[in-house]
Structure formats: C-alpha cells, structure tokens
C-alpha cells in the first residue's frame, strides 16, 4: 500500500515466488467502510482539518481501497489467478482495553500525531473528548468494537 511503484514492488515479490505459489494479503477497502476509522475520524473532523489521503491510488492506507486498482497492478506485475474478496468484521480498537486504553490508542497512533500534531492543547483535548465521545456507544464489556472493511487478494505466480 505505500510502495510508490506498486508494480515494481509486486513484480519483485513474484520473483521471489516459486513457480505456482501463491501470495495472500489483506489490504483496506475504502475509508468510508472501516467503522474503526470513520467514527472517531469525523469526530475529530469536527476539531482538527483532516490531511489529504492523496488521490485515488497514492501510496498510503488506501492505495488499494479500489479493487479495480488492485487487479491491475498484480496482472501487470505479472500475477495470475487474481482473487478479491471483500471481508468485513468487528474489531476491538485499540486491542480490547477501556476506553482510556483505546482513545489513547487513537491519540498516539500515527493518525492521530498526524491530525493532533502542531495544534494548541486545548484543541486537541477537545477533540479528543470528542472522540471519546463518539466511541461511547461502541463500548461493551471487553473494549470498544467498530466494523473493519478489508479485501482479502490471493494471486499465483
């Protein structure tokens, strides 16, 4: 997802294959199906600009949230057999702590250096709050549990 040449990168990784082996990966599907992401994402939107993800396929987080994107790059890095499918499940954020546990997850991951970086502390404490806030409702018992969208991709070489 962050190699600037994708298909440079996947062109090597099959070189490393054995003839008729196969890769497996996940990789995020667009922004707006990870819960995880999108709930105390909007929330600090609220306080804070939210960085540019770059364009459709940058190097980044996203970079194969379209599935489309993905094919082409395997098939011109000479992959065959590719196979996407689309995977969505709960996750416990932050590992399954309190809520303590998983704001400060979100707070010093490196989203949340990027979007709390630079700002005064008073912002940031709200905007932290906010999150807090907006996680409230996904608490149960054994953490905080948002949805997760991945694509699962096989290919052969």
């Not at 995020?28 to 804070?48: C, E, F, K, Y």
């Not at 098939?75 to 932050?94: C, K, N, Q, S």
């Not at 809520?99 to 010093?108: A, I, N, S, Y």
């Amino acid at each position: 997802m962050f190699f600037a040449d994708s298909v440079a990168a996947f062109a090597n990784l099959r070189h490393a294959t054995r003839p008729g082996g196969r890769m497996a990966f996940a990789c995020w599907q667009d922004l707006t199906a990870n819960q995880w992401l999108l709930v105390p994402g909007a929330a600090i939107a609220q306080h804070v600009p939210l960085p540019d993800l770059g364009g459709p396929g940058a190097p980044g987080m996203f970079a194969f949230a379209d599935p489309r994107r993905i094919r082409t790059v395997l098939a011109g890095a000479g992959w065959h057999h590719i196979d996407i499918e689309p995977m969505r499940t709960p996750i416990l954020v932050g590992g399954g702590g309190g809520m303590d546990e998983t704001v400060e997850f979100l707070r010093t991951g490196s989203m949340g250096r990027t979007l709390l970086g630079g700002i005064d502390t008073q912002t940031s404490a709200r905007a932290v709050l906010a999150v807090r806030d907006a996680l409230a409702p996904y608490r149960g018992d054994h953490g905080v549990r948002l949805e997760a969208a991945v694509w699962r991709v096989l290919a052969t070489r």
